[in-house]
């Protein structure tokens, strides 16, 4: 009984220690995106979840953009950025302490590192 017991106590808690670090997500992060040819734009991205949703806004050189069709899976997060015409579609994961993101437009890769602000 009491192992039972335990068990569940021990599985709560690893359950409420994934829900705050997808809580900790939420806020203001700013990092560098570099491109292959050199060429770096600042970019803060607000994020906001709930849930398994994740919204917020990128805020760019050429302005404030949305962020659309965020999911959040665990430490994984998926949504896409419209400038223009062109869909970004961005992917990453949260570190803790920082989010790794990879961003793909127009056949072009890049990845960025973000830091809570």
């Known amino acids: 009984m009491k192992r039972k017991f335990l068990t569940t106590v021990l599985l709560c808690c690893c359950f409420l220690a994934c829900l705050a670090t997808i ?7 700013a990092g560098i995106l570099t491109m292959e040819n050199g ?9 906001k979840i709930d849930g398994d949703k994740l919204t917020g806004t990128v805020q760019t050189p050429k302005g ?13 997060f998926t949504f896409t950025v419209t400038l223009g015409d062109i869909e970004i ?25 973000l830091k809570r602000k």
């Open 39 to 47: 060429d770096q734009y600042p970019l803060t991205y607000n994020f």
């Open 89 to 113: 579609p961005h992917s990453g994961k949260f570190y803790g302490d920082s989010i790794g993101v990879d961003i793909a437009a127009n056949g072009v890769k890049a990845h960025t590192t």
């Open 23 to 29: 809580a900790d997500f939420s806020g203001s992060w």
């Open 64 to 76: 404030e953009l949305p962020v659309d069709d965020g999911k959040i899976n665990g430490d994984k």
